[in-house]
Antibody, heavy 122, light 111 residues
C-alpha cells in the first residue's frame, strides 16, 4: 500500500521560502497513473488545493499562488517537493501532499500524507 | 473562486440517516460529475469517501452514498455510527482556472 510522508521545517520567517518534501513509499512516483498534489489547510479552516506535478515534470498551480509556487519531482528519490516564496502569516497552515488518480476523473485524492504544520513567524 | 457552500453542522442519533449538502455553481458542481467527499477526524488527514459524485472507493462503508442534482451535491450517511463524527468536505472540479474548489466543511455530530 502506497504511503506519503511530508517533511520540512515547521517554522519559516516572513519573506523567506517555505520548502517541503513528500516521500512516496510502497510504489513508484514515476507511474503515469497519478498526479502528485499539494493541498493546505489554514488553522480551523477548510482545504485549499495548491497544485500538482506529474512524473514528467509538468505542473499546474492555482492562480492565486502561481507567482510564488514551484513544484519539482525527483524520481530517483521517489519524492516531490513544494517551494512557496515570500511567505507571510497568511501562509501558516497544515500542508498535505496527496495522490490524485488520473484515470478515475478529477479531484480523486485517494491517498494523503499525515500533514505537516508550517508556521510563518519571526 | 468562492468555496462551495456546506452547512456548518449536521447532527443525528445513532442509526439515523443524515444528508450533507454542497452547493456550487454552473461552473463547477452543476457542469461536471467530478464531485468528491472527504472525511476528516480531528488532527488527521482527510480520507476520500466518495468520488465522481457517487462512487465509493474500496474499503469505504456502503453506509456512505453520494448524489447530485443541479448545482448541489449531497453526501448521505445512513445508519449513523459514533465513528462517523468528523468534519466532511466536498470538492469539485471547476472550469475556472483554479481547477478545484473545496467546500466550507460540515461538522457531523452523533448525538
Amino acid at each position: 500500500q502506497m504511503q506519503l510522508q511530508e517533511s520540512g521545517p515547521g517554522l519559516v520567517k516572513p519573506s523567506q521560502t517555505l520548502s517541503l518534501t513528500c516521500t512516496v513509499s510502497g510504489g513508484s512516483i514515476s507511474s503515469g497513473s497519478y498526479y502528485w498534489a499539494w493541498i493546505r489547510q489554514h488553522p480551523g479552516k477548510g482545504l485549499e488545493w495548491i497544485g500538482y506535478i506529474y512524473s514528467s515534470g509538468s505542473t499546474y498551480y492555482t492562480p492565486s499562488l502561481k507567482s510564488r509556487v514551484i513544484m519539482s519531482v525527483d524520481t530517483s528519490k521517489n519524492q516531490f517537493s513544494l517551494k512557496l516564496s515570500s511567505v507571510t502569516a497568511a501562509d501558516t497552515a497544515v500542508y498535505y501532499c496527496a495522490r490524485e488518480i488520473v484515470a478515475t476523473g478529477l479531484g480523486t485524492f485517494d491517498i494523503w500524507g499525515q500533514g505537516t504544520l508550517v508556521a510563518v513567524s519571526s | 473562486q468562492s468555496a462551495l457552500t456546506q452547512p456548518a453542522s449536521v447532527s443525528g442519533s445513532p442509526g439515523q440517516s443524515i444528508t450533507i449538502s454542497c452547493t456550487g455553481t454552473s461552473s463547477d458542481v452543476g457542469s461536471y460529475n467530478y464531485v468528491s467527499w472527504y472525511q476528516q477526524h480531528p488532527g488527521k488527514a482527510p480520507k476520500m469517501m466518495i468520488y465522481d459524485v457517487s462512487n465509493r472507493p474500496s474499503g469505504v462503508s456502503n453506509r456512505f452514498s453520494g448524489s447530485k442534482s443541479g448545482n448541489t451535491a449531497s453526501l448521505t450517511i445512513s445508519g449513523l455510527q459514533a465513528e462517523d463524527e468528523a468534519d466532511y468536505y466536498c470538492c469539485s472540479y471547476t472550469s475556472n482556472n483554479t481547477r478545484y474548489v473545496f467546500g466550507t466543511g460540515t461538522k457531523v455530530t452523533v448525538l
